[in-house]
C-alpha cells in the first residue's frame, strides 16, 4: 500500500509540521507520471532514481547517444547492403534473369531468412554471434528485396528511393520531438494490421489495379505508423542491450514502406 510522507523537506527546516493537502501533495510530486521523463531523450538533468533505470530514457545521456549511434550505424549499413544487392542484380543481367527464372530459390532465401531471423532473436545479446546472424539475416532479406525491385524500371525504384528517404527522415523528426506516448495505441495497431492481412489475402483473388493501388497505400500507411511506433519504442522502453531488436524493427519498417511506395508508384504510372 502506498504510503504519504509525514514530513517534507521544506517543513524539516521549517520545523513545522505539514497539513494533509502539503503532505499529498509531496507524496504526488514524487511520483509524478513517467511520461515527461521518458519523452526527454535528450536532456542531461535525471536525477538518482534515473540511475536504477534499465531503459535508454533514464540511461545517462553518453548511454543514450551512444545506443542511438550504434543503432542508427548498423541500420545504416543494413540499407546500403540491400542497395548494393539490388544494384547488382540491374547491373549483372545474368544474375537477376536466374534469380527470376528460380523462384523456388527466393522461398528459400525467405525460409532461411525466417530461421536466421528466430536465432538472432535468441542470441541477441551474445557478442559476436548476433552480429554475424544479423550479416547473414540481413543478406538473405537483401536479396530478396533486390529480387523484388529487379521486376521494377530504374526510374521507378530510383523514385521510390528518394520518396522513403523523405518520408523516413520526415517520421524520425517526428518521434524524436514528439511528446505523446505511442504505446498505449499498440491495440489500435494491432487490429488494423489484421484488418490489412485479410485485405492482402483477399487481394489474392481480386484482380483490380484499383484495389491493388488501394491496398498499396494502405500498407506505406501502415508502415508509417510502425516506423513511428517503434522509433518511440526504441528511445522510451528498450533497454541499451537490446539495439540489435531495435535495428530489425526499423529495418523491417523501412524496407516495407519502400515496397509499398514502389508499388503505388508502378500503379499510378500503369493507369
Not at 504526488?28 to 535525471?46: C, E, M, V, W
Not at 483477399?202 to 484499383?210: D, G, K, M, R, Y
Not at 500498407?219 to 513511428?228: D, E, P, R, T
Not at 511506433?229 to 526504441?234: K, N, T, V
Request: hydrophobic content about 55%; proline content about 3%; charged content about 15%.
Amino acid at each position: 500500500m502506498a504510503t504519504i510522507p509525514l514530513m517534507i523537506d521544506q517543513d524539516v527546516e521549517s520545523g513545522r509540521l505539514p497539513t494533509y493537502e502539503e503532505a499529498v501533495n509531496a507524496r504526488q510530486g514524487k511520483t509524478a507520471p513517467l511520461r515527461s521523463i521518458r519523452h526527454a531523450f535528450f536532456r542531461n538533468d535525471f536525477g538518482k532514481e534515473a540511475a536504477s533505470m534499465s531503459t535508454v530514457a533514464y540511461a545517462n545521456i553518453s548511454i543514450r547517444l551512444g545506443f542511438l549511434r550504434k543503432v542508427l550505424g548498423i541500420l545504416t549499413v543494413q540499407l546500403l547492403l540491400t542497395t548494393v544487392c539490388s544494384v547488382i542484380l540491374y547491373l549483372i543481367p545474368t544474375f537477376r534473369y536466374f534469380l527470376q527464372m528460380m523462384p523456388w530459390l527466393v522461398l528459400l532465401l525467405v525460409f532461411s531468412s525466417v530461421m536466421l531471423l528466430f536465432a538472432v532473436y535468441v542470441n541477441a545479446h551474445i557478442v559476436p554471434l548476433n552480429y554475424l546472424l544479423l550479416a547473414a539475416w540481413t543478406c538473405c532479406q537483401s536479396v530478396a528485396v533486390g529480387f523484388v525491385v529487379s521486376f521494377y524500371d530504374a526510374e521507378m525504384v530510383m523514385e521510390a528511393v528518394g520518396l522513403t528517404a523523405v518520408v523516413v527522415f520526415g517520421l524520425f523528426a517526428y518521434a524524436l520531438q514528439s511528446k505523446r506516448d505511442f504505446q498505449k495505441h499498440w491495440a489500435a495497431l494491432f487490429c488494423f494490421s489484421m484488418i490489412f492481412i485479410t485485405a492482402s489475402f483477399l487481394q489474392l483473388f481480386i484482380q483490380s489495379p484499383p484495389f491493388d493501388l488501394a491496398m498499396a497505400i494502405g500498407g506505406a500507411i501502415l508502415f508509417s505508423v510502425y516506423l513511428i511506433f517503434d522509433m518511440d519504442r526504441i528511445m522510451h522502453h528498450c533497454s541499451p542491450e537490446d539495439y540489435i531488436d531495435a535495428c530489425i524493427s526499423v529495418y523491417l519498417d523501412i524496407i516495407n514502406l519502400f515496397l509499398r511506395i514502389l508499388q503505388i508508384i508502378s500503379e499510378m504510372n500503369r493507369h
